[in-house]
């Protein structure tokens, strides 16, 4: 049995960061962020248009979707040729490498030391036991499909499988263990 666990998915958190810090893409429905970050000196660059950026969030947010169903694992790692390409703009999907924001369209706006900040107030605690004190749904979640566990900063309990085999939680619904179990049982 193999399940991967995405609990730092930075592509993702980026571009939450981004929607919040910018107030782009707000009638796209996002739960709330846990905790909601500091964005510092974060900016809506002024060229283009604030419906190019809001356009161009929504694409990449969906790209970064995407991405996980063409994801896999990798046993050795890539060249920095490989890497290079794989991290180019205008890229198709790399089953390695998923899209970031900065790739595409630079890091203009955004205020990295605020967005890092807050990205280590989102990391998980290790060790986590959370795969192993909700064993068996885990199981049948996995009997079921499910391949793929992508854990981000949402407020509250979160669960929603947006894939046969891919389910998303909030960092709180996965560090307790009966809202967990809920969301691996819920999710088939």
Not at 104 to 132: I, K
């Amino acid at each position: 049995m193999t399940i991967r666990i995405d609990d730092h998915a930075q592509n993702l958190k980026m571009l939450l960061f981004i929607r919040q810090a910018w107030k782009v893409a707000q009638d796209v429905e996002i739960p709330e962020l846990s905790p909601v970050p500091e964005t510092g000196s974060s900016k809506i660059p002024e060229s283009p248009s604030r419906a190019v950026w809001d356009a161009r969030w929504k694409q990449q947010w969906d790209r970064s979707w995407s991405w996980f169903n063409v994801s896999k694992v990798q046993e050795a790692p890539l060249s920095q040729n490989e890497m290079q390409n794989a991290s180019s703009p205008g890229q198709d999907l790399h089953p390695i490498v998923p899209p970031f924001w900065p790739v595409e369209y630079g890091e203009d706006g955004v205020d990295l030391v605020a967005f890092n900040t807050w990205d280590r107030q989102t990391m998980p605690n290790f060790p986590s036991h959370a795969e192993q004190d909700s064993l068996s749904a885990l199981i049948d979640a996995w009997q079921d499909g499910l391949t793929t566990i992508v854990v981000l900063p949402y407020s509250g309990y979160f669960a929603h499988r947006f894939s046969s085999s891919h389910l998303v939680v909030s960092a709180e619904t996965r560090n307790d263990q009966k809202l967990y179990t809920e969301a691996l049982q819920t999710s088939r």
